[in-house]
Antibody, heavy 119, light 108 residues
Framework: EVQLVESGGVVVQPGGSLRLSCAAS????????MHWVRQAPGKGLEWVSL????????YYADSVKGRFTISRDNSKNSLYLQMNSLRTEDTALYYC????????????WGQGTLVTVSS | DIQMTQSPSSLSASVGDRVTITCQAS??????LNWYQQKPGKAPKLLIY???NLETGVPSRFSGSGSGTDFTFTISSLQPEDIATYYC??????????FGGGTKVEIK
């Protein structure tokens, strides 16, 4: 059974930094692209970032480019999101998600970790 | 950037009704479209991929159709457990993914 468990969400001040983690199990982690997707309170889904199976390629939404960094450690079956220069508009539930057989398909999601940016 | 416009933003229907949601892309995206269901307080779940393919384990009352810029998601007979918000998502503009604004489905 595929499991994705996020952690690291806390309350942080604007301009602060935070690192989210996602522990994956139930599938061959280093075979798949992984994503971060976020959802602001009461709002829709916003794709944030993706990383290729080997970590060699990373991509970001314009809203986080230059501030967030996605990475993975295949030896630990773990995905990360380093978040710097946080803004109030980054407040959201952050989901770790597994890419499906095609790059654009997300076939499993974690339960999310809440990041609140507030003074 | 490709914009995805879903309509309606919300709907109310009776159990057993046929429910249809549309998703329009701002440019031709072929069949590079997925549909997700998000129940209250839960993570999204993939229902339909590549516009019309049912994900394994998803009930057959769910279906999708369309290509190019216009897509449709249908629940053939609405059930109480289908109460959720439904999102379309395009992946023609890889590696960037874009979600529609969502359609909230409620029981009348």
């Amino acid at each position: 059974e595929v499991q994705l468990v996020e952690s690291g969400g806390v309350v942080v001040q604007p301009g602060g930094s935070l690192r989210l983690s996602c522990a994956a199990s139930g599938f061959t982690f280093d075979d798949y692209t992984m994503h971060w997707v976020r959802q602001a309170p009461g709002k829709g889904l916003e794709w944030v970032s993706l990383i290729s199976w080997d970590g060699g390629s990373t991509y970001y939404a314009d809203s986080v480019k230059g501030r967030f960094t996605i990475s993975r450690d295949n030896s630990k079956n773990s995905l990360y999101l380093q978040m710097n220069s946080l803004r109030t508009e980054d407040t959201a539930l952050y989901y770790c998600a597994k890419g499906g057989g095609t790059v654009g398909k997300i076939d499993y999601w974690g339960q999310g970790t809440l990041v609140t940016v507030s003074s | 950037d490709i914009q995805m416009t879903q309509s309606p933003s919300s709907l109310s229907a009776s159990v057993g009704d046929r429910v249809t949601i549309t998703c329009q892309a701002s440019q031709d995206i072929s069949n590079y479209l997925n549909w997700y269901q998000q129940k209250p307080g839960k993570a999204p779940k993939l229902l339909i991929y590549d516009a019309s393919n049912l994900e394994t384990g998803v009930p057959s009352r769910f279906s999708g159709s369309g290509s190019g810029t216009d897509f449709t998601f249908t629940i053939s007979s609405l059930q109480p457990e289908d109460i959720a918000t439904y999102y379309c998502q395009q992946y023609d503009n890889l590696p960037l993914l874009t979600f529609g604004g969502g359609t909230k489905v409620e029981i009348k």
